[in-house]
């Protein structure tokens, strides 16, 4: 079974600087999909970036991107210019199918932002 | 508006007394699941959908049922709920384009049983 860990319950940054995020993953496939999801105290699930395990190139949106390691399974998620706005719970997700059906999520890493 | 909705969105209940939380997604979805969040353990699959009376478990069955007769309705029941079914819930709709799969989730359902 596909497993997701990741390893930071709590992570904090000051405002304008930068932050990463861990995640790994385990998996046999070589065919899969990545996710970063941002869960603010709203509790609503907000996809921030994807990766497709295909891709070489790393994925960006906007301020945030990620540092995708096939080999070494891993996927962190990188903030920049950190906002109070970035503050939630950050969770890192696995799909194999792409339907996108089925996801295997991380525990989450909490992120505050200090201003 | 393309949106999931669920409902109700907080539910206290006692231990044994079944109950239902519906799902609905207006996006004509093939996909849709059903999560639960626990502290520490983030996000775990209950069941899942692939169409209309088509529907398998995911990670953590055990105490659900769910039933798609619509493809727009996917509801979670629990027949007799204890307390550590007590958990922040979500259901999630998804469909498969030329550019991959994009998911939508629902506000989600705090629970708490007694």
């Known amino acids: 079974a596909q497993t997701v860990t990741q390893s930071q319950p709590e992570m904090s940054v000051q405002e304008a600087e930068t932050v990463t995020l861990s995640c790994t993953y385990d998996t046999s496939e070589s065919d899969y999909y990545l996710f970063w999801y941002k869960q603010p105290p709203s509790r609503q699930m907000i996809l921030v970036i994807r990766?497709?395990?295909?891709?070489?190139q790393n994925a960006t949106e906007n301020r945030f991107s990620v540092n995708f390691q096939k080999a070494a399974k891993s996927f962190s998620l990188k903030i920049s210019d950190s906002q109070l706005g970035d503050a939630a719970m950050y969770f890192c997700a696995y799909s194999r199918e792409t339907s996108g059906s089925r996801l295997t999520f991380g525990e989450g890493t909490q992120l505050t932002v200090n201003p | 508006e393309a949106q999931v909705t669920q409902n109700p969105r907080y539910l206290i209940t006692v231990t044994g007394k079944k109950l239902t939380v519906t799902c609905s997604q207006n996006?004509?979805?093939?996909?849709m699941s059903w999560y639960r969040q626990d502290p520490g353990l983030g996000l775990r699959q209950i069941y899942y959908s692939m169409n209309v009376e088509v529907t398998d478990k995911g990670d953590v069955p055990e105490g659900y049922k769910v039933s798609r007769k619509e493809k727009r309705n996917f509801p979670l029941i629990l027949e007799s709920p204890s307390p550590n079914q007590t958990s922040l819930y979500f259901c999630?709709?998804?469909?498969?384009?030329?550019?991959?799969?994009?998911?939508?989730f629902g506000p989600g359902t705090r629970l708490t049983v007694l």
């Open positions: 990766q497709e395990a295909y891709k070489q």
């Open positions: 996006m004509n979805h093939e996909y």
């Open positions: 999630a709709s998804s469909y498969q384009g030329l550019a991959g799969f994009t998911q939508y």
